[in-house]
T-cell receptor, first 112, second 114 residues
Framework: AQSVAQPEDQVNVAEGNPLTVKCTYSVSGNPYLFWYVQYPNRGLQFLLKYITGDNLVKGSYGFEAEFNKSQTSFHLKKPSALVSDSALYFCAVTYNNNDMRFGAGTRLTVKP | GAGVSQSPRYKVAKRGQDVALRCDPISGHVSLFWYQQALGQGPEFLTYFQNEAQLDKSGLPSDRFFAERPEGSVSTLKIQRTQQEDSAVYLC????????????FGPGTRLTVT
């Protein structure tokens, strides 16, 4: 069955430093990969997606992610973290936009 | 434009009661999804509609869960004879069409079964 793993429950970075939130997927075939962010008491917000093409995708709020087929990874990155980036981040995978599988989430804390 | 809305935002039900959760998707979005998010976990897929057709209900945890979208717009998730393990946030999402399009999520309904 398709699934994603987010190996880190918590990531802490200092403001201004680069951040990485890790995601690996376990599927066969060609996955569609997504990153969402969840702020307290709010719904999930779409950040970016990889469907096909360039392995480096850019999304909202300066985030980007790199699709690595050989490592089955789709890590989320940002060159310079902001305190306002502190939130819960979810990686998700699907084939057909029907049965989307989410990771357990990674809580990012950016300290001033 | 308006996003996905859900009501109520919070629901407390006594064990054994029936509840109905409503989702208003973004206007024109063909696909509608329901997810269950337990505390500290990622969303778990429940069911999916394309217009009024329920194409996948493989994630519904039991026959106490029922979802409908009779006119291809608003959807209702109904839980009969609620149990404590049903306590979770129920998320609704919509997307433009099938395929590789991102889903837009509502704020969720937090259900607490006492």
């Amino acid at each position: 069955a398709q699934s994603v793993a987010q190996p880190e429950d918590q990531v802490n970075v200092a403001e201004g430093n680069p951040l990485t939130v890790k995601c690996t997927y376990s599927v066969s075939g060609n996955p569609y990969l997504f990153w969402y962010v969840q702020y307290p008491n709010r719904g999930l917000q779409f950040l970016l997606k990889y469907i096909t093409g360039d392995n480096l995708v850019k999304g909202s709020y300066g985030f980007e992610a790199e699709f690595n087929k050989s490592q089955t990874s789709f890590h989320l990155k940002k060159p310079s973290a902001l305190v306002s980036d502190s939130a819960l981040y979810f990686c998700a995978v699907t084939y057909n936009n029907n049965d989307m599988r989410f990771g357990a989430g990674t809580r990012l804390t950016v300290k001033p | 434009g308006a996003g996905v809305s859900q009501s109520p935002r919070y629901k407390v039900a006594k064990r054994g009661q029936d509840v109905a959760l409503r989702c208003d998707p973004i206007s024109g979005h063909v696909s509608l999804f329901w997810y269950q998010q337990a505390l500290g976990q990622g969303p778990e897929f429940l069911t999916y509609f394309q217009n009024e057709a329920q194409l996948d209900k493989s994630g519904l945890p039991s026959d106490r869960f029922f979802a409908e979208r009779p006119e291809g717009s608003v959807s209702t998730l109904k839980i009969q004879r609620t149990q404590q393990e049903d306590s979770a946030v129920y998320l609704c999402a919509s997307s433009l069409v099938m395929g590789s399009y991102e889903q837009y999520f509502g704020p969720g309904t937090r259900l607490t079964v006492t």
